[in-house]
């Protein structure tokens, strides 16, 4: 090259004429959110907001450095355990600030704006108070008249239908469309075998009766699911949710004498990790302290009024398999439990082993679900 030649270059591309190809600029990306709001970026995002119900799992199924994209969020919700499980690799998780506690209505605006995100992301659970697309709170739109686009994904609220649009919908807007499609296909194979073994005998399933008891190691009963959420995900395993039958939302309180009266075939506790508060499930918690906690559980005289309970028909799952597309996992096992002639094949905990190797930047190691009357070593 010439030396006029190469201070023409100079002069009119910079330094990229030193290169035979310059590098492509980013492209602007649009998606239609779970809430069927157009969102564009100027590039995929790299300082992300996370609300309190959109588990940071999601984007560790993503990305390999998850925190990295994150400039604040709501460490509480589904989010309540993810410090503890990622600060060994990656120790800045502590560092994160913290914009809301309990719920996006608790929400500083302000201290949104400050931190200079080029998207937020919530959940329709958190985003239109449980669900309810009429009456979304003002942080919304304040967040959206200040210029910060805000997506709304759901993993939660009718997780059969939106959890792999919402993964695709993360994908997008952080550059990593290949990796939600690679998790998308793994999570549709296995629903697709759910259902074929479930709904393709000959012989019609019959379907027990199931009562979720969330968060049971709360002093009050019965905190449960009715239209949605767990109900869409009992449903799938070849239960029924007797939830469904009163509840007129996706979430609320059922009454212990009406559970009584009705007689569930399957009592079905969820619980997180809780030191000292009975059952507890999820990472970290060993398969002892887990059947102990059910143990515990179990024994709780005004629970042991429902026949379940008291012979012994319990399944036990972590909480938060309710906010995640991790939810498959539990899924499986669930329905291997209440169908074990049909799914006998199927292993919960291959399935997480799989998760943890192809797509977990750090692992889910724990105890996840647990039945009444299993032992310390399968």
């Known amino acids: 090259m010439s030396g006029l030649r190469l201070i023409a270059c100079f002069l009119l591309f910079g330094m990229s004429c030193l290169s035979p190809v310059a590098p492509a600029l980013a492209a602007p990306v649009t998606v239609v959110d779970i809430a069927g709001r157009v969102v564009t970026l100027d590039k995929p995002a790299t300082r992300i907001v996370l609300g309190h119900w959109v588990t940071l799992d999601a984007l560790s199924l993503l990305h390999d450095d998850p925190v990295s994209l994150l400039v604040g969020w709501g460490d509480s919700g589904a989010n309540t355990y993810q410090r503890d499980l990622l600060r060994e690799r990656f120790p800045a998780v502590d560092a994160i600030p913290v914009v809301a506690n309990g719920s996006i209505d608790q929400m500083s605006v302000e201290a949104v704006l400050a931190l200079q995100p080029d998207l937020v992301i919530l959940s329709r659970f958190d985003a239109f108070r449980f669900g309810d697309t009429g009456s979304a709170p003002p942080q919304l739109a304040q967040l959206e008249e200040a210029g910060i686009p805000v997506v709304i994904v759901d993993f939660f609220i009718d997780p059969i239908a939106n959890t792999v649009p919402s993964l695709r919908i993360i994908g997008e807007l952080t550059g990593k469309a290949a990796q939600a499609d690679a998790f ?19 012989v019609a399933l019959k379907r027990p009766s199931v009562f979720l008891h969330a968060f ?20 799938l395993a070849g239960g029924h949710n007797i939830g469904s039958e009163s509840l007129p939302g996706a979430i609320g309180q059922l009454g212990l004498e009406a559970v009584i009266v009705r007689n569930p075939d399957i009592y079905l506790p969820t619980a997180v990790n809780e030191a000292g508060k009975g059952l507890s499930l999820g990472p970290g918690v060993s398969r002892p302290r887990a059947i102990e906690g059910l143990e515990s559980l179990l024994a709780r005289r005004e629970l042991t009024a429902i026949a379940a309970v008291k012979d012994g028909r319990a399944f036990a799952l972590w909480h938060l398999f309710t906010h995640t597309p991790l939810h498959i996992v539990g899924l499986e096992a669930l329905a291997r439990h209440l169908h074990p002639d049909r799914l006998s094949t199927v292993d919960a905990q291959a399935t997480l082993d799989e998760v943890n190797s192809r797509f977990l930047t750090v692992p889910l190691t724990g105890t996840f679900w647990i039945a009444s009357g299993d032992a310390v070593e399968d």
């Not at 998308?184 to 000959?202: I, N, Q, S, T, V």
């Not at 709360?218 to 949605?228: L, N, T």
């Open 216 to 235: 049971a190691n709360r002093p009050e009963c019965c905190f449960s699911a009715g239209r949605g959420a767990l109900d869409g995900l009992i449903g």
């Open 184 to 202: 998308a296909e793994f999570y549709e194979a296995r629903l697709r075998r759910l259902a074929l073994a479930l709904d393709g005998a000959d």
